[in-house]
């Protein structure tokens, strides 16, 4: 598997179960790409769904990719704080400029004062029947939910006090280089 490099664009691909292309992010800066992390950055960046219904993220993002961990998690940046959206998921991949995933529904929601929600379980129980998920895949998927909680609960990874300004820092370092270019 090929490696994407710190200040590259790239594309983040978020399948469903089925194969079916769910959501394309057009560009994000790679901050820092490993076998097992990617951390990007992208603020105002293309989103297109699978209907074809297109849109732009409202503010700067922070997004976080891992190849052993059934979760991402997206840090959007607000007035009034640190945001958190995560999406239970399949690890990634990187294939030809692009990071894939699959998308398994349950999403988790994180306030600033580090509350938290889980969403769209009733979206994720229809899916279940629909595509047929394997046994083993609900499992991994809510091991990874309670995992997703403790990092939330232990302020580990993203939700780690200087984590957003050490990847905003390299972020905007990354933007100016772009403009001087």
């Known amino acids: 598997m090929?490696?994407?490099?710190?200040?590259?664009?790239?594309?983040?691909h978020s399948?469903?179960?089925?194969?079916?292309?769910?959501?394309?992010?057009?560009?994000?800066?790679?901050?820092?790409g490993?076998?097992?992390?990617?951390?990007g950055g992208n603020e105002r960046t293309l989103v297109t769904e699978s209907d074809g219904r297109t849109w732009l993220t409202r503010e700067p993002?922070?997004?976080?990719f891992h190849a052993e961990h059934w979760f991402n998690i997206i840090c959007m940046l607000r007035e009034d704080g640190v945001y958190y959206y995560c999406n239970?998921?399949?690890p990634f991949i990187y294939d030809n400029q692009s990071l894939k995933y699959i998308d398994y529904d349950l999403d988790v929601k994180v306030f600033p004062d580090m509350t938290y929600t889980i969403l769209d379980e009733?979206?994720?129980?229809?899916?279940?029947?629909?595509?047929?998920y394997p046994e083993a895949i609900d499992t991994i998927l809510h091991r990874n939910v309670d995992k997703l909680i403790s990092w939330i609960k232990q302020r580990k990874g993203p939700f780690a006090p200087d984590f957003i300004e050490v990847w905003t820092n390299r972020y905007l370092f990354h933007k100016q280089l772009r403009i001087r270019e």
């Open 2 to 12: 090929s490696i994407p490099a710190e200040g590259e664009m790239i594309q983040i």
């Open 15 to 32: 399948y469903k179960h089925n194969g079916k292309i769910h959501r394309v992010w057009q560009e994000t800066m790679v901050l820092k």
């Open 88 to 90: 239970i998921s399949s």
């Open 61 to 64: 993002s922070i997004c976080y």
């Open 34 to 39: 490993t076998r097992n992390i990617v951390i």
């Open 122 to 132: 009733d979206e994720f129980e229809e899916h279940k029947q629909q595509m047929n």
